[in-house]
């Protein structure tokens, strides 16, 4: 397969066409940002720690009936991935109380949720990626109700595959985000899966071994996502 041109360059990825018009390639840089690019360092070896993390998760999904766009890792930094036509809604499931939800409501942070809690929200830089609800993505046609419908189920049973992987690894999922597209008229989890987009603890002294580290200028931010990756057996 090979890589032609840029088509996208995100906050920590950059998307590629290739001589297959239905591939992309996804490459994962080095670069970090919070608070809508408020913040932004290079953080070297973040970029291949996070694709092959995301290349794990995501086979460990497709093995548990999840349809994703992963297709394969092609170098240290790459990973071939299907084209969806994304949809543009963040899926958000919070197992354990942190971040916005505790300064949107007034909850402590660290309060198991039971059951979970399932937010959307629209993914929109300039906006501050706004809370939103089924009607919004019906009446602004970002997906059906058949489609929002899938979404839901397939994140919750990301969430039941997840946090029994991450379980056994001594660690907490406190939540994640996960972005889907249509492929074929299908619902498949696209976008990644790493450190970045969720937040793991853990288990014992609930140390934050995720994105947070570099929020809340905490340090050792690829160290930590080592760790993870470490005990989930991943090979770096």
């Known amino acids: 397969m090979k890589k032609r041109t840029e088509l996208y360059a995100g906050k920590a990825k950059t998307v590629y066409t290739t001589d297959d018009p239905d591939r992309f390639i996804l490459e994962f840089r080095d670069d970090t940002s919070a608070f809508d690019g408020e913040k932004v360092e290079q953080l070297l070896g973040k970029g291949v720690i996070n694709n092959k993390f995301n290349a794990f998760i995501m086979t460990k999904l497709q093995a548990a009936g999840i349809p994703t766009h992963f297709e394969q890792l092609l170098s240290e930094r790459e990973s071939v991935v299907k084209r969806l036509d994304m949809i543009p809604v963040e899926c958000v499931i919070r197992n354990i109380s942190a971040g916005s939800l505790c300064r949107r409501l007034g909850v402590a942070e660290g309060e198991t949720l039971t059951p979970p809690v399932f937010e959307f929200f629209f993914k929109n830089d300039a906006l501050h990626d706004p809370m939103i ?103 770096l």
């Open 133 to 235: 609800n089924d009607s919004h993505i019906i009446t602004f046609g970002w997906a059906n109700e058949r489609e929002i419908s899938r979404m839901k189920e397939l994140t919750l049973k990301v969430n039941g595959v997840l946090k029994q992987l991450f379980g056994k690894a001594g660690l907490l999922l406190v939540d994640y985000k996960l972005e889907y597209g249509r492929f074929d008229g299908e619902i498949v989890l696209g976008d990644e899966f790493s450190p970045d987009g969720c937040r793991l603890w853990d288990a014992g002294s609930r140390e934050k071994l995720d994105k947070d580290r570099f929020r809340q200028g905490l340090g050792s931010v690829v160290e930590s996502y080592a760790v993870v990756a470490e005990r989930l057996g991943i090979a």
